[in-house]
């Protein structure tokens, strides 16, 4: 199980840096047609999520103070947490790909 968990978090983090590796500072902040999670809030949020997993599994806090108020769940949280590692950050990784449409961009490469 942790192997597949490692694995689909190391494909997660590949496409992420893919989606915003060409990106401006303007860019990463830019929130076309509504869209409200840019590209520089989303990463900062799947940080957050994954220093609340490791925390879970008894590991210290890595985060820099501040960012877990900066990065918050603005929802109900879910009481699921078998997916917080996978299906999370794909969720959040789709709504930077939308906003590169959004932005007129072309896919990740």
């Given at each position: 199980m942790l192997q597949h968990v490692l694995h689909?978090?190391?494909m997660n983090l590949?496409?992420?840096k893919r989606l915003v590796s060409d990106l401006s500072e303007d860019q990463m902040c830019a929130q076309p047609h509504g869209v409200v999670n840019?590209?520089?809030w989303s990463p900062g949020h799947l940080a957050v999520a994954a220093d609340h997993l490791?925390?879970?599994l008894g590991l210290s806090s890595e985060l820099p103070a501040g960012w877990e108020q900066t990065f918050k769940t603005g929802g109900t949280?879910?009481?699921d947490k078998s997916f917080l590692m996978t299906a999370h950050e794909m969720?959040?990784?789709g709504q930077v790909a939308a906003w590169r449409r959004a932005m007129g961009l072309g896919s990740a490469a």
């Open positions: 689909v978090y190391s590949g496409f992420a840019h590209p520089a490791g925390t879970l949280p879910s009481p969720d959040h990784l």
